[in-house]
């Protein structure tokens, strides 16, 4: 038997593209899965009917607390994965939107913690690490889990805008509750993950997208010089149950893969796998790019979880073009408008 088998687990923001690949590996491990969304970017279509999986629609940060905590009541487990984000375009364009996650991450951990929940896993992000360490086109750094240590709140944090400093101090609230009233918990730090049931606002999906479209010349946003550590979904969701399972103490995990893409590499990648070319290419440095470089040190979480991503980066984007091409109508325009909202 599964430590999962019979679980009973709440995902909040589950209907949404991480999290409904979370949902579906929980109830695949015996879980009873109960999920809590508000539809503003998840969506129904993206859970399997199953009859261990309830739904319940509701906005986390206007709800009352009382009906948080009735909602919440009666399971073991919380993955929190509700909040207001989205890709570089959105979350430069919509500040105080993203700022709302400051309210949401505590009313949830609060909730957790007045309901019972045992242990609560929060997805944080790559965003929490700061950003004068990702500044150089060159860098072959890793970044580690004490580059932004919420162990030692006398020292100085930076993070990458508003949604960054969200996620950072959404992780120096869980582990408060697990300081404070001994609460498990542990923060995941998600990086540039893709795969099927993203949307467009997300680097990978938009290239998809532009392709799919047969946007001539192909426009990337920047330089196409910036790089990221690319990481399937199936990759992320794997590594965030195994935390779950593993580690209590409200430290923080780096779920990644250590290795660093360009952007117009992975356009090229995804020309080649759609077959299908430009005649011309087009930079544009003045649309949001965030960060020169990022990729993450993963020795930590192969450490303590035993977990190393499987995927790699050409068959997780051959999966993804499949996903998308399948589901979406080719209608020859960039829809600029999905590009920059959720």
């Not at 969304?37 to 009382?66: C, H, I, Q, V, Y």
């Not at 100085?156 to 300081?179: C, H, I, N, T």
């Not at 003045?286 to 499987?310: F, M, Q």
């Amino acid at each position: 038997m599964s430590f999962w088998d019979g679980k009973n687990v709440m995902v909040t923001g589950g209907a949404s593209f991480i999290g409904s690949h979370l949902v579906d590996d929980l109830i695949a491990l015996g879980a009873n899965v109960s999920v809590v969304d508000d539809l503003s970017s998840g969506k129904l279509a993206n859970l399997t009917p199953n009859p261990r999986l309830k739904f319940k629609k509701m906005d986390l940060e206007t709800a009352s607390m009382t009906a948080i905590k009735k909602v919440f009541k009666g399971n073991e487990v919380l993955f929190h994965l509700a909040a207001v984000h989205g890709g570089r375009g959105y979350i430069d364009t919509h500040p105080a939107d993203c700022s709302s996650n400051f309210a949401i991450d505590h009313r949830v951990f609060d909730a957790a913690c007045a309901s019972g929940v045992e242990r609560v896993a929060f997805a944080s992000s790559a965003c929490a690490y700061p950003p004068r360490l990702q500044e150089s086109f060159s860098s072959d750094y890793l970044l580690k889990e004490s580059d932004s240590d919420i162990g030692k709140l006398k020292e100085p944090l930076s993070a990458d805008l508003e949604y960054g400093w969200a996620k950072l101090m959404g992780e120096v609230q869980l582990r408060s509750f697990v300081r404070q009233y001994g609460m498990k918990g542990v923060n995941l730090r998600f990086v540039t993950a893709y795969g099927p049931r993203e949307n467009e606002t997300h680097a990978i999906v938009a290239l998809i997208h532009k392709a799919h479209e047969r946007m001539d010349p192909y426009e990337i946003w920047g330089t196409g010089e910036q790089s990221r550590d690319f990481t399937y979904v199936t990759d992320i969701v794997t590594g965030t149950i195994l935390a779950a399972e593993k580690v209590s103490d409200g430290g923080s995990i780096n779920l990644g893969t250590g290795v660093r893409y360009r952007l117009k590499d992975v356009a090229e990648e995804i020309f080649g796998i759609m077959d299908w070319r430009p005649k011309g290419m087009k930079f544009d440095p003045s649309k949001p790019t965030g960060v020169v470089s990022r990729a993450l040190d993963i020795s930590r979480a192969s450490r303590l979880l035993g977990w190393e991503p499987k995927v790699g980066l050409k068959e997780g984007l051959q999966k993804t073009i499949g996903w998308y091409t399948s589901t979406h109508k080719r209608k020859g325009r960039i829809n600029e408008k999905i590009l920059l909202e959720r």
